[in-house]
């Protein structure tokens, strides 16, 4: 008996992109970086804390120095290059990208940018990106005359 699946219209088109891509010599992503000049975006995840949120990106390869963090407003950018060390030898195959990286995230309005740090461990970059004391909550007392008095 033969096993059914699902069509997926998406995966034609996504397919069909490739495909394009690969006859006019582009590589994955926005479609229109030409080979050579590829870049990438590292993998990204975002996590909702109790006092704010953490970004943290899988940056094996580069080092501390070689990424720059920007904050411009409710903008952060993460930039930076890997670059291919190695030395001789043909390259039989990669599945590691090189090049160029740019990440851009618009961060909360609740958000204090003047506390954001960032430390670097084992090629993973992790931001801290801590609530503004304003957007925390707190409890609020009442005043007044007590009942019993």
Not at 67 to 84: P, S
Not at 103 to 108: A, E, H, I, K, V
Request: hydrophobic share 35%; proline share 5%.
């Amino acid at each position: 008996m033969t096993n059914l699946t699902r069509w997926n219209p998406f995966e034609e088109l996504n397919s069909l992109h490739r495909d394009l891509d690969r006859v006019f010599g582009y590589t994955r992503g926005d479609g229109r970086t030409p080979v050579g000049e590829a870049s990438w975006a590292p993998a990204t995840e975002v996590a909702t804390l109790s006092d704010g949120w953490q970004v943290r990106m899988a940056l094996p390869g580069i080092e501390p120095g070689d990424v720059r963090i920007d904050l411009n407003g409710n903008t952060l950018t993460v930039a930076g290059e890997r670059t291919n060390r190695r030395e001789n030898g043909e390259l039989n195959r990669t599945e590691i990208s090189y090049g160029k990286f740019e990440r851009m995230l618009t961060l909360p309005s609740n958000v204090d940018t003047d506390r954001v740090e960032a430390n670097f461990d084992n090629g993973m970059l992790d931001l801290s990106l801590p609530l503004a004391e304003s957007a925390k909550p707190r409890r609020i007392e009442i005043g007044g005359k007590s009942a019993g008095a």
